[in-house]
């Protein structure tokens, strides 16, 4: 089974500086997805950056980025130039394509604060 | 185009109870997913359906039950309600087309419906 964890339950950045949310996977596949999704307070949950592990070019959407270590099975989310209304519940997610849309497997979540 | 939309946004139902949520999936997806979201256990998958077929299902009690139509709505069913369920519950919807790639199996997210059992 896939595992997915996030060491980080919570975090706080200053506006305008830049910060790292760690998240590591477990699986035996070789290829697979992996997606950081973000779930402001009160507000649905969006997807911010996909990765294809095939892929070795680390994604990157704007102002975040990501930091894929397949050997390492290590999958960051660096947010660069924080603004407030990155406030929100990141959660990091594995998905095992081909196979009939299997069900994201999620972290349990990293709380990050964007502070003024 | 139209988002997930999840009715109601909140309910109140007592232990014993069971309880209908509803889901209408982005037009043209075919695939909706459903989530119980708890602060201690996180995002966990409940069942999947495509073509009005259940084609995936999590780790759950049988209380918990699904069904999807044939404009892919879906409804998720909980019987006999306890204080464990408790959540938000969210649903999700992807256009699974047959690539496979991750644009067909993007899941877009509806806002939940929050559930409280007293």
């Known amino acids: 089974a896939q595992t997915v964890t996030q060491s980080q339950p919570e975090m706080s950045v200053q506006e305008a500086e830049t910060v790292t949310l760690s998240c590591t996977y477990d699986t035996s596949e070789s290829n697979y997805y992996l997606f950081w999704y973000k779930q402001p307070p009160s507000r649905q949950m969006i997807l911010v950056i996909r990765?294809?592990?095939?892929?070795?070019q680390n994604a990157t959407e704007n102002r975040f980025s990501v930091n894929f270590q397949k050997a390492a099975k290590s999958f960051s989310l660096k947010i660069s130039d924080s603004q407030l209304g990155d406030t929100a519940m990141y959660f990091c997610a594995f998905m095992i394509p081909f196979s009939g849309n299997t069900p994201l497997v999620f972290g349990k979540g990293t709380r990050l604060s964007v502070i003024a | 185009k139209a988002g997930v939309t999840q009715t109601p946004r909140y309910l109140i139902k007592t232990r014993g109870q069971q309880v209908t949520l509803s889901c209408s999936p982005i037009s043209g997806h075919r695939s909706v997913s459903w989530y119980q979201q708890t602060p201690g256990q996180g995002l966990q998958f409940l069942f999947e359906?495509?073509?009005?077929?259940?084609?995936n299902k999590g780790n759950f009690p049988g209380r918990f039950s699904g069904r999807q139509f044939s404009n892919s709505r879906s409804e998720m069913n909980v019987s006999t309600l306890e204080l464990g369920d408790s959540a938000l519950y969210l649903c999700?919807?992807?256009?699974?087309?047959?690539?496979?790639?991750?644009?067909?199996?993007?899941?877009?997210f509806g806002p939940g419906t929050r559930l409280t059992v007293l």
């Open positions: 990765q294809e592990a095939y892929k070795q």
């Open positions: 999700a919807s992807s256009p699974d087309r047959t690539s496979g790639g991750p644009l067909d199996n993007e899941q877009f």
């Open positions: 359906y495509f073509s009005e077929t259940q084609r």
